[in-house]
């Protein structure tokens, strides 16, 4: 048995992998120098550009980009209608900004547990969670895989609900034939650096409804608006303008939206060396007995943003915390996605109590996030791959 890093070995690797890295290359350079020497620096054609790119891609008809995936889900739950006392189903394993933007609203996130073989949010557990205050899920695609989207529909139907998707993870995705963007009532991207694209902040609403759409194209733009058809008073010059609703400045600029456009040029190849790197991983992990792998609704066309393996601790002599250890000193970045949203010192201080999601608890307590990013060499997965086996050989029981 090798002696591992931890304990004074030799690591598998000299320089650290980290868990998720952007890929820039010259053409994104090249389209964020062009449009600092063009006219529009924010409010200009690259913005539409990419609005109309979105909609392409997803099959949404319309599209709002925003200055963060974040912003998105704000004007998302506002757009949605929800009011302060207003309650919103969501999943517990995600990251904050999903409940938050149910804060920001003054509604009330209701936390229904996940399934534990997909790690999406149960949809069994959505509809035993709705109530008459209920007004929307926020279904959130896990790791990019897609959430059993046929049964949260149906569930959204019966009891009036708007569908929100939380597609931080899933640009790309696929569910039974319908790209992620046409899938819920109103769908949003976010364009973080660890996300499939980046624009190195930004993100998108996409929706079918164009009621829905002109709420949120008015809620990023402050609330303004210069259509001529919506205006309430004719305005009889050109300058003329109206606030109509309390929006916000959640613009993206046209620089970053240059970088999204050249980002998205390469999706196609982000999207197929994911799907490989996935397979692989797949392949030389499956058979260890200590080791459970993520599995996926029927109809998904995944573009996997993390690779998570679930590990039995009943198996191990180690905890999740030494077997996190380990893999930080054999060089590799593991991480964990996510810690219970409802466990934070905040949302303890507004009453959630630890135990509400059981599957959800125990998912987090086993999960290892592994690196996953489109510049990861074949010999980078390698070494994941051998220093789990290097781990796993040691705590072995
Ligand atoms: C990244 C992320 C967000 C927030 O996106 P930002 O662009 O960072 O504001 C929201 N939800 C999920 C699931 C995310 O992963």
Redesign the pocket.
């Known amino acids: 048995m090798q002696s591992l890093a931890l304990y004074g070995g030799k690591p598998v690797r000299k320089t650290k992998l980290g868990y998720g890295h952007q890929y820039i290359d010259e053409a994104d350079i090249q389209a964020v120098v062009d449009t600092l020497k063009s006219d529009f620096l924010t409010c200009g054609p690259k913005v539409e550009e990419l609005e109309r790119r979105l909609c392409a891609l997803t099959g949404a008809a319309y599209c709002t980009a925003v200055s963060?995936?974040?912003?998105a889900?704000h004007i998302a739950c506002l757009a949605a209608g929800i009011q302060p006392g207003d309650e919103v189903i969501t999943t517990p394993i995600?990251?904050a900004?999903?409940a938050n933007a149910v804060l920001y609203c003054g509604g009330r996130p209701v936390f229904a547990d996940i399934d534990p073989e997909t790690y999406e949010i149960d949809p069994a557990s959505v509809e035993a969670h709705v109530t008459e205050k209920t007004r929307a899920v926020i279904a959130?695609d896990f790791t990019g895989a897609p959430c059993h989207y046929d049964a949260l529909r149906a569930i959204c139907e019966r009891n009036h609900l708007l569908l929100i998707e939380?597609a931080?993870?899933s640009i790309g995705t696929s569910y039974r034939g319908g790209a992620v963007g046409s899938i819920a009532d109103l769908t949003t991207f976010?364009?973080?650096p660890v996300?499939t694209i980046t624009a190195g902040?930004?993100?998108a609403v996409m929706s079918r409804d164009p009621e829905l759409a002109r709420r949120v194209s008015m809620l990023a733009r402050h609330g303004i608006t210069r259509d001529p058809g919506l205006l309430q008073e004719r305005g009889n010059s050109n300058w003329y303008y109206e606030q109509q609703m309390l929006g916000y400045n959640y613009r993206l600029t046209d620089i970053q939206c240059a970088l999204a456009l050249s980002q998205l040029d390469k999706l196609d190849r982000f999207a197929a060396r994911r799907r490989e790197l996935v397979r692989r991983y797949d392949e030389m992990l499956r058979e260890l007995p200590e080791v459970q792998l993520q599995k996926e609704y029927e109809g998904a066309g995944t573009v996997r943003h993390l690779y998570i393996l679930r590990l039995d601790f009943d198996r191990l002599s180690c905890g999740r915390r030494e077997f996190y250890d380990a893999m930080q000193a054999e060089n590799i970045g593991v991480n964990v996605h996510y810690i219970p949203v409802y466990w934070f010192p905040y949302y303890q201080s507004l009453g959630y109590q630890k135990g509400l999601c059981p599957n959800a608890e125990a998912y987090y307590e086993s999960s290892m996030t592994l690196p996953l990013f489109y510049g990861m060499t074949d010999q980078d997965q390698e070494d994941v791959i051998r220093a789990v086996k290097k781990a796993l050989e040691y705590y072995r029981k």
């Open positions: 963060n995936g974040t912003a889900l995600t990251f900004a999903t959130v939380d931080a993870h976010s364009f973080h996300k902040e930004g993100g």
